[in-house]
């Protein structure tokens, strides 16, 4: 299995709302990544998980709240957005770092509306 | 913090024409990786370039990483319609954070038939 997938496809949430994104991996990788990707724009670094933990924010705003539970799934939880915040959300692993040589594998994404 | 400049942003040319995106880093780069992300697609891993000078080829596209490791170019001969996308070029520097690429601003490619 050498794909990443992403949990809703599409997701449409008010700005009281609470949801979850979530990515799942199979391939044994033990770094994973969040990306915001806005049309037009490059993909955002967000969040990077080696080893289960987090070791990069990008200084993100608490409104998004990401959770690795185990090596294969990565989360972002969701509260109180912005309709700015409405963007691709990517999600991305890769064996070891990118520091390490190890190419990014990205899933699909989960396109958010914020209204 | 580290700054890459992609150019051009946008290419449009007749298929059969040759075609080539360059990124430019302010800082020196440890590696280099370019991706292609089609139209409502999501980015997919090209190829990565770890030394000074290198070049690299895939059938009908060369990368290059240059002597400095601070620029890099992807040229893509003939193009076809099948090469229509954004292709991006994500760098890693040796000074930033261990897990950080930073992703050029894309070259979109339009192809005519």
């Known amino acids: 299995d050498t794909e990443v997938t992403q949990t809703p496809k599409h997701l449409v949430m008010g700005m009281t709302n609470k949801k979850s994104l979530k990515c799942e991996q199979h391939?044994?990788?033990?770094?994973m990544y969040w990306y915001k990707q806005k049309a037009k724009k490059p993909p955002e670094l967000m969040f990077v998980?080696?080893?289960?933990?987090?070791?990069i924010n990008e200084s993100v705003p608490s409104r998004f709240s990401p959770e690795c539970p185990n090596s294969s799934l990565l989360n972002l939880h969701l509260h109180a957005l912005q309709p700015e915040d409405s963007a691709l959300y990517l999600c991305?692993?890769?064996?070891?770092?990118?520091?390490?040589?190890?190419?990014?594998?990205f899933g699909p994404g989960t396109r958010l509306t914020v209204l | 913090g580290q700054q890459v400049m992609q150019i051009p942003q946008y290419q449009h040319v007749q298929e059969g024409e040759d075609f080539t995106t360059y990124c430019n880093s302010s800082?020196?780069?440890?590696?280099i990786q370019w991706y292609k992300q089609r139209p409502g697609g999501h980015p997919v891993f090209l190829i990565q370039?770890?030394?000074?000078?290198e070049v690299k080829k895939q059938k009908r596209l060369t990368f290059q990483f240059g002597e400095a490791k601070k620029n890099s170019s992807l040229h893509i001969t003939a193009t076809q319609t099948t090469d229509v996308g954004t292709y991006f070029c994500?760098?890693?520097?040796?000074?930033?954070?261990?897990?950080?690429?930073?992703f050029g601003d894309g070259t979109t490619l339009t192809v005519k038939p």
């Open positions: 991305a692993s890769s064996q070891g770092t990118v520091s390490s040589y190890n190419e990014q594998f």
């Open positions: 391939m044994g990788h033990r770094a």
């Open positions: 998980y080696s080893y289960e933990k987090l070791s």
């Open positions: 800082t020196t780069l440890s590696n």
């Open positions: 370039l770890v030394k000074s000078g």
């Open positions: 994500a760098a890693i520097s040796y000074n930033t954070n261990a897990g950080k690429s930073t």
